[in-house]
């Protein structure tokens, strides 16, 4: 009963690559979420998904950061020409299909560091 | 947007204390929910509550959803040192979407 999945783990670019963390959400769930946590910080809601779907995406920077959650394959959340004050750990979280409210299941996050 | 404010920021406690921290939000949420987060992993959720009043445990812990809806307290008793770790708070309005809204969390430290 495997739980979410992220990878990679950590990931270390330089300034200007581009991120690409990936989310596998638990068996069953449809709905996907990123957030974002700084050190020494809480975490920050980035975008809800659905397959196919972007719900919510209020928390996500309007520029170089997209999400997608394809109808196969995990979910991906892209950042374009990184910059240091990107590194932060970004966490996916998965919830059951259903009535909104659901609880949310986090994955184990990629740590990303801008060097 | 919606701020959630926790206290203590950190606790340094000897085994066997209780703790308590709370969260207190300028405006209300439907489902107000702690989770614990142990360094390089995700948050586990410890408890949710859903009613506003509400008094849930979970083993060693107590959780309460506050009357007004604007503040939570978490409870727990007989402090052991696999508890040290993160403690978060999250609040979240269900008739806004489903984002969680996260405290800045307690530093939990417990001295054998």
């Known amino acids: 009963n495997a739980g979410v999945m992220q990878n990679p783990r950590h990931l270390v670019r330089r300034r200007g690559q581009e991120a690409r963390l990936r989310c596998s959400p638990m068996k069953g769930h449809s709905h996907v979420y990123w957030y974002r946590q700084l050190p020494e910080e809480g975490l920050k809601f980035m975008v809800y998904?659905?397959?196919?779907?972007?719900?919510?995406e209020s928390g996500m920077p309007k520029e170089r950061f997209s999400a997608e959650f394809p109808k196969e394959g995990p979910s991906i959340l892209r950042i374009q020409q990184v910059v240091r004050g990107d590194s932060a750990a970004y966490f996916c979280?998965?919830?059951?299909?259903?009535?909104?409210?659901?609880?949310?299941?986090f994955g184990p996050g990629t740590r990303l560091t801008v060097l | 947007g919606q701020q959630l404010n926790q206290s203590p920021q950190s606790m340094f406690i000897q085994e066997g204390e209780d703790v308590s921290m709370n969260c207190t939000s300028s405006?209300?949420?439907?489902?107000w929910l702690w989770y614990k987060q142990d360094p390089g992993e995700g948050p586990v959720l410890l408890i949710a509550?859903?009613?506003?009043?509400e008094l849930t445990s979970n083993g060693r812990l107590t959780a309460q959803f506050g009357i007004t809806r604007k503040d939570s307290f978490l409870n727990i008793s007989a402090s052991i040192p696999s508890d040290v770790g993160i403690y978060f708070c999250a609040g979240q309005l269900n008739n806004a979407g489903n984002m969680l809204t996260f405290g800045g969390g307690t530093r939990l430290m417990v001295k054998p």
């Open positions: 998904l659905q397959k196919e779907n972007i719900i919510d």
């Open positions: 509550l859903y009613k506003a009043g």
């Open positions: 405006s209300i949420f439907n489902t």
């Open positions: 979280a998965s919830s059951p299909p259903g009535l909104a409210g659901d609880t949310q299941y």
